[in-house]
């Protein structure tokens, strides 16, 4: 619990074993998750059965590769349905530090902050890290290219830690967004769409041969997915097209809520 607020953290897996329990052991080392939720994505590797091994985890597995962004659909179904306040997506490949959880979940308690990224660009952490020159370089354009379309002001579009409030997720239209890896920066165009407030956090990361990492012919696949997604938001807010996306009758309805402030007509959730 954080502030009253169950925390939950899931992570879409797939041929993770040799990283699953570092970052398991690393997240629940922050004392405030109240539970992981692993869904292996038809994984060939022995992650489900780390993950059965694992206390305060619940393992969801997919027969067969249904795709990551498949995997992510599954992880905020079961977050909602076990009650998160807060859920926190990282990759469980130990790419990303777990130690960023408590900031994350703090920004995205006081309801100011509906969604908190963890960004591998502010503070130029990226290359350091170890992330190859030409990820970097199409990272820093198709961000630009994003920003630019979208009138956002992100870091980056393309992080695999994140922080959602349970509000914001529920009105998500995550149905409509791929499967795929393209996923990540189609839910975060929906969010920008509903004018919702998305907070970064620096985020330093590590580029190991154990982590996980999408090749160059799928990341290229990826970045038109997003110039697609980025151009469809803009024709979009002009009318000139209709898309399931981007809804018109969704547009800007977000409203920030005062810190800790229930929404009107419920009642807070206790500790």
């Known amino acids: 619990m954080f502030r009253g607020k169950q925390i939950i953290v899931v992570m ?18 922050e004392e405030i998750v109240d539970l992981v ?16 091994t694992l206390p305060h ?16 659909k599954t992880c905020y179904r079961l977050a909602l349905e076990a009650g ?5 997506m990282i990759h469980p490949d130990y790419q990303y530090s777990p130690r960023l959880i408590p900031a994350m979940a703090a920004m995205a308690a006081t309801g100011l902050y509906p969604c908190v990224l963890g960004s591998r660009i502010l503070g130029g952490y990226a290359l350091q890290g170890g992330m190859p020159w030409w ?24 992080s ?25 920066n189609q839910m ?13 956090v620096s985020c330093p990361t590590r580029y190991e041969p154990e982590s996980s990492s999408i090749n160059f012919s799928r990341s ?27 809804p018109p009758e969704k547009k800007g309805q977000w409203r920030q809520r005062a810190p800790h402030a229930p929404p009107k007509g419920s009642s807070s959730r206790g500790a």
């Open 220 to 246: 290229l696949v990826y970045g038109l997915g997003c110039v697609r997604t980025a151009l469809a938001f803009c024709l979009a807010k002009t009318g000139l097209i209709r898309c399931g996306l981007f």
């Open 12 to 29: 879409p897996a797939y041929n993770a074993a040799r990283t699953l329990k570092r970052t398991y052991d690393e997240v629940m080392a």
């Open 160 to 184: 695999g830690y994140r922080a959602f409030s349970r509000e914001l997720l529920e009105s998500l239209s995550l149905a409509s967004c791929s499967d795929n890896f393209v996923f990540d």
């Open 57 to 72: 985890v619940m393992l969801h597995v997919h027969p067969t590769n249904q795709g990551y962004g498949a995997n992510q």
């Open 188 to 200: 975060l165009a929906q969010i920008l769409w509903r004018g919702a407030t998305i907070a970064e």
């Open 37 to 52: 939720i692993v869904v292996d994505d038809g994984s060939k590797d022995d992650t489900a059965a780390i993950a059965q």
């Open 84 to 88: 998160g306040d807060i859920v926190i």
């Open 135 to 158: 990820k970097y370089l199409s990272n820093r354009f198709l961000t630009m290219f994003e920003n630019l379309v979208t009138g956002a002001k992100l870091s980056e579009y393309h």
